[in-house]
């Protein structure tokens, strides 16, 4: 079993990552700050729930590292630009496929519409999901 190998990854791909995998250990380790808690009646000052608050500031601070170094380095920027290129290459195809089905104006102007209303119904989905499953 190899313990470390050699993988394809963007320095910005590796900041991502990181920044997701800390704050899943910030949101793991609070969990476990919440279960020590309810096991000592609320006792902040005994040793199992002060041990997981240390934790968590250490977790957090962690995260806060490594949120800034993605930061600086311009992974926010560059998911933007990668967002809006697929967005670009999206509609392209889409406005394609539309010409080789010779639609009429109206036709092709409620095809492009519908797209955008099912676009819209992902993204509002997608949001949706994300808040479900954060906290």
């Given at each position: 079993?190899d313990v470390?190998?050699?993988l394809?990854?963007?320095?910005?791909?590796?900041?991502?990552?990181?920044?997701?995998?800390?704050?899943g250990r910030?949101?793991?380790?609070?969990?476990?700050?919440?279960?020590?808690?309810?096991?000592?009646d609320?006792n902040a000052?005994?040793?199992?729930?002060?041990?997981w608050?240390d934790?968590?500031r250490?977790e957090?601070?962690?995260?806060?590292?490594?949120?800034?170094?993605a930061?600086?380095?311009?992974?926010?920027?560059r998911?933007?630009r990668?967002?809006e290129?697929?967005?670009?290459?999206?509609?392209?195809?889409?406005?394609?496929?539309?010409?080789?089905?010779?639609?009429t104006a109206?036709?092709r102007q409620v095809?492009?519409?519908?797209?955008?209303r099912?676009?819209?119904?992902?993204?509002?989905?997608?949001v949706?999901?994300?808040g479900e499953?954060?906290?």
């Open positions: 079993m470390a190998r050699e394809a990854v963007s320095p910005w791909d590796a900041l991502l990552l990181s920044t997701r995998l800390a704050a910030v949101a793991w380790v609070d969990q476990q700050l919440v279960e020590a808690t309810r096991a000592e609320g000052d005994s040793p199992r729930v002060r041990r608050l934790e968590s250490r957090r601070n962690l995260l806060a590292r490594t949120a800034k170094a930061v600086d380095a311009g992974v926010a920027e998911l933007v990668q967002v290129l697929e967005g670009r290459l999206v509609a392209e195809v889409l406005g394609r496929t539309l010409d080789a089905l010779e639609l109206e036709q095809a492009f519409a519908t797209a955008h099912e676009l819209l119904q992902l993204e509002a989905t997608e949706d999901g994300a499953g954060a906290g």
